[in-house]
C-alpha cells in the first residue's frame, strides 16, 4: 500500500470542501462564484487524486455525483415517519372551511399564521443525515413504505451529501420534492428526440423516469433538482418553534428551499397568495400545480394533529390543472401565413388551464405520426398559459374501432394549390404564394416592412381589413388604392390616408436587392438579396437564371436556389411581376460587380463605433460588394474589424485577439482600392 502523504490527503480535503462550496453556489443559491472551466480544473484535480490513492475514497466525495453503472435494484424502506399526504381546497370556499376548521380546534378568533409555499410538480422524497452525511434517501411510496433510491439521489447536484455548517443533529430527516425545472426538461426531450427515443410527457413524468432508473450514472445525466419542504430530528428541543424557521436551518445546511414562500395572516391573506402565485405561475423556471398552506407555528401544529394520513395544519389549493383527457372529433388544415400547411385538431370542448379549448395544433405531419393521432382518439391535452393548446399523448386503450388516420390533403384547402413538401422538412406548403388569399397578407406585410420597401403607415390591421374588403390581392394592387376608398375605411381619416398615399407613391423605386427581397422569397434573406442582386444586376437575369447559375453566388446553395427558381416559375408571381411593373414600380438595375473583384469572400468584418464620412449601413454594404460578411460579434475567426469614433468593448475584444483593426481612413482606403467610392 502507497502511504499517503499528509500533504496529499489535506489537499484532497481542501479540494472537496472547494467544490462543494461552488456546487452550493451554483446549484443551490444560482450565484456561481467561479467560470466553469476553473471549477472544471479544482475537479479533475480531486479525481487524479482519488484515482491515485484509493483509500482516500469517501462517499461524500463530490466525484461520486458521476452516480455508477452498475444496475441496482430499488429495495424496500420502512419510513421513519410516516410522509402524510396532503389534503386539498378546490375552491377558496373550502380554503376558508379549513381555516375556519383549524381555528375552531385552535379554540382562537385571532387570525392564524400560514406559510405559503408553491406546490412543485415533482417527486416527494426523504433524505436520512446522519452525523451530516446523507445516509439514506427514499421515495414516499404509500406514505409508510418507500424505495431506497440513495444511488441515484447522490447525483442531485442541489442535495448535500454532507450538510453545511456546525450543530448538526445527529439525525436529521429533510422531506423535499424532486423536480426538472421547465428549461431542462426542454433540453432533455431534444436530446431525446435527437437519439430516436420517446421524450417524455412533461416535468414530472421526466422527473419520475430519471429517478427510476437503475444505473445512476443515467439519473446523473438528468437536470433535477431538489427543494426542501420540510423536516425531522429525533431530539426534538432541537427544533425551532416555527414552519419557516425550521425551513431557514434547512438552507444554512445546504439545501435550496424555496424564494417564493410567504408568510400570511388568516385565509384572505391566503387567497391573495394564491392569485399573485398563480400570476407567476408561467414566468416560474419549474412548474408547480397550486399552493401549500402550513399552519406556522410547530406548536399549533402539534395541537392540531392528523385525520387519517393528512395533517390538519396543512392543504393544498390547486390551480386549474393543465392537462386534461378530450377526444379529437375532426382533423383540418390551416394554411398560415408563410403557406405552412398545418394540421389543427378540432376537439370535444374540455376546459384546460382555466379556458375552454375546441382546438389544439398538431403543427405537422412528422408530429402526427410521431404521436400516432388518429380521429376519434382519446387524447391528453396541454395549456400552460398563454401558450397555444398541444396534443401531447393519445391513449391508445381508448382508440375506438374505425378510428381515421390523418392524411395531409394534395391541395391547398384556400387556393387549391399544390401543396408541396420538400425532403428532409417537417413543413407541407401551399405553393400557391402570392396567389393564395392566406398568404397574400404575409406577403404584403413583408413587402412594406421597413427593410423591404419601408411603406410607413401600412400595419397589419390595414393590411387585414384591405385584403378581407377585397381592395387588395396582391402587393401591385397597393399603387391603384385611392385617397377615396382609403377614407372610406373605418378609422382612417383624410391626413392618413394621405400620408399612405404618398408613402406607397415613395416606394416605386427601390434598388434592387430591396425590391429582391420585398417580393418574399423563401431563405432570401437581405444578405442573399444583396448578393443575387450584385452578381446578376438585374431582375430579368435573376429570373431567368437556372439552378446551377444561381449557385455560382456566395451563399446561395441548392436549397435558396430551388426557392428562388420555384417563385420566377410560379404563373401568379410572374403576373405579380408584370402588375407591379404596369403600376410604375420601376427598380434600380444594381452595378454588376466584376465576379473576381470579390476580394473579401470568405471573410467575416466586424463594424464597430461612429464614422464620420458614412453611415455603418452604407459601410456595411460596401463591404458586402467586397463579398465580406458583416457580423455584430467579434470571435477568432474575425477577418477583420472597423473601428470608428467611441469604439468600446469590440474593439477592445479584437485588440486581445490580435485581430486586424482599421480605422475610417484605412476603410476608405480599401474601398477606393477596389475600386468603391465612398
Ligand atoms: O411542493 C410540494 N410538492 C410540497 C409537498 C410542499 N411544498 N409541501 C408539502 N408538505 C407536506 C406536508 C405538509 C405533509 C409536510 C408537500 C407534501 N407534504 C407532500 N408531497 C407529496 C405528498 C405530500
Redesign the pocket.
Known amino acids: 500500500m502507497t502511504q499517503v502523504s499528509a500533504e496529499i490527503r489535506q489537499r484532497v480535503e481542501e479540494l472537496r470542501a472547494v467544490i462543494d462550496d461552488h456546487n452550493h453556489s451554483y446549484y443551490v443559491l444560482d450565484d456561481p462564484k467561479i467560470p466553469d472551466a476553473e471549477f472544471d480544473r479544482l475537479f479533475r484535480e480531486l479525481q487524479t487524486l482519488e484515482a491515485q490513492h484509493p483509500e482516500l475514497e469517501s462517499d461524500d466525495s463530490p466525484t461520486r455525483r458521476v452516480g455508477s453503472a452498475a444496475e441496482t435494484s430499488f429495495q424496500e424502506v420502512v419510513h421513519r415517519l410516516p410522509?402524510?399526504?396532503?389534503d386539498n381546497a378546490f375552491s377558496e370556499e373550502e380554503l376558508r372551511e379549513f381555516d375556519r376548521r383549524v381555528r375552531d380546534r385552535l379554540a382562537t378568533e385571532d387570525p392564524v399564521e400560514y406559510v405559503c409555499?408553491?406546490?412543485?410538480?415533482?417527486l416527494?422524497v426523504s433524505l436520512h443525515y446522519e452525523n451530516g452525511a446523507l445516509t439514506r434517501a427514499a421515495t414516499?411510496g404509500d406514505g409508510y413504505t418507500g424505495e431506497d433510491i440513495t444511488a441515484n439521489i447522490r447525483t442531485i447536484p442541489s442535495v448535500p451529501l454532507k450538510l453545511r455548517g456546525n450543530n448538526i443533529p445527529e439525525l436529521v430527516e429533510v422531506?423535499g420534492?424532486v423536480y426538472m425545472p421547465k428549461a431542462g426538461f426542454e433540453k432533455l426531450n431534444a436530446r431525446l428526440a435527437e437519439q430516436g427515443e420517446k421524450p417524455f410527457v412533461n416535468p414530472r413524468n421526466a422527473a419520475a423516469g430519471s429517478l427510476r432508473q437503475k444505473k445512476s450514472t443515467v439519473t446523473a445525466q438528468r437536470p433535477l433538482e431538489l427543494?426542501a419542504?420540510?423536516m425531522a430530528v429525533t431530539d426534538e428541543t432541537l427544533l425551532p418553534a416555527t414552519h419557516w424557521d425550521s425551513l431557514q436551518r434547512v438552507r444554512e445546511w445546504g439545501f435550496r428551499i424555496?424564494p417564493e414562500m410567504r408568510k400570511a395572516q388568516g385565509a384572505e391573506a391566503c387567497l391573495d397568495a394564491y392569485s399573485a402565485l398563480m400570476q407567476k405561475r408561467e414566468s416560474l423556471p419549474y412548474e408547480?400545480d397550486g399552493i401549500?398552506f402550513?399552519v406556522n407555528r410547530l406548536d399549533l401544529q402539534q395541537q392540531l394533529g392528523f385525520v387519517s394520513r393528512?395533517?390538519r395544519w396543512?392543504i393544498?389549493h390547486k390551480f386549474p390543472a393543465q392537462e386534461e383527457l378530450t377526444v379529437i372529433e375532426g382533423v383540418e388544415f390551416q394554411v398560415g401565413r408563410t403557406g405552412a400547411v398545418t394540421p389543427v385538431a378540432r376537439l370535444k370542448p374540455v376546459f384546460v388551464g382555466g379556458v375552454t379549448v375546441s382546438n389544439a395544433t398538431l403543427h405537422n405531419m412528422d408530429e402526427v405520426r410521431r404521436l400516432d393521432v388518429h380521429i376519434g382518439d382519446t387524447v391528453f391535452i396541454r395549456r400552460a398559459g398563454d401558450v397555444i393548446p398541444q396534443v401531447v399523448k393519445v391513449v391508445p386503450d381508448k382508440r375506438p374501432e374505425g378510428a381515421c388516420e390523418v392524411l395531409m390533403p394534395s391541395h391547398c384547402p384556400v387556393c387549391d394549390s399544390d401543396i408541396v413538401q420538400i425532403d428532409g422538412e417537417a413543413v407541407a406548403r401551399c405553393s400557391g404564394g402570392l396567389f393564395c388569399p392566406a398568404q397574400r397578407k404575409e406577403a404584403i406585410r413583408h413587402y412594406a416592412s421597413r427593410k423591404a420597401l419601408d411603406i410607413e403607415g401600412l400595419g397589419d390591421r390595414l393590411i387585414e381589413v384591405l385584403v378581407d374588403e377585397g381592395m387588395v390581392q396582391t402587393v401591385a394592387d397597393l399603387y391603384r388604392l385611392t385617397r377615396f376608398q382609403l377614407s372610406s375605411l373605418d378609422r382612417m381619416g383624410d391626413k392618413s390616408a394621405n400620408n399612405l398615399i404618398a408613402a406607397i407613391d415613395r416606394s416605386r423605386h427601390p434598388v434592387l436587392w430591396r425590391f429582391l427581397y420585398a417580393l418574399g422569397i423563401r431563405e432570401v434573406g437581405e444578405a442573399t438579396a444583396k448578393s443575387l442582386a450584385s452578381y446578376f444586376g438585374s431582375l430579368e437575369l435573376i429570373s431567368q437564371a437556372d439552378e446551377d447559375a444561381l449557385q455560382q453566388v456566395a451563399d446561395v446553395g441548392p436549397i435558396v436556389a430551388g426557392h428562388v427558381r420555384s417563385f420566377f416559375d410560379q404563373p401568379h408571381n410572374q403576373e405579380t411581376l408584370q402588375a407591379l411593373k404596369d403600376a410604375g414600380v420601376v427598380w434600380q438595375e444594381a452595378q454588376v460587380l466584376e465576379r473576381v473583384a470579390q476580394p473579401l469572400a470568405g471573410e467575416t468584418w466586424v463594424l464597430t463605433g461612429t464614422l464620420s464620412q458614412m453611415t455603418r449601413d452604407q459601410a456595411k454594404e460596401k463591404l458586402e460588394m467586397l463579398g465580406a460578411k458583416v457580423s455584430g460579434s467579434v470571435s477568432k475567426k474575425t477577418a477583420c474589424v472597423v473601428a470608428g469614433e467611441a469604439a468600446g468593448s469590440k474593439l477592445a475584444k479584437a485588440e486581445q485577439l490580435g485581430l486586424p483593426v482599421l480605422d475610417e481612413v484605412g476603410l476608405r482606403a480599401l474601398l477606393e482600392e477596389h475600386g468603391l467610392t465612398v
Open positions: 410522509m402524510l399526504s396532503l409555499e408553491p406546490k412543485l410538480d415533482g416527494a414516499r422531506r420534492e427543494c419542504y420540510s424555496n408547480i401549500v402550513k393528512a395533517p396543512a393544498a
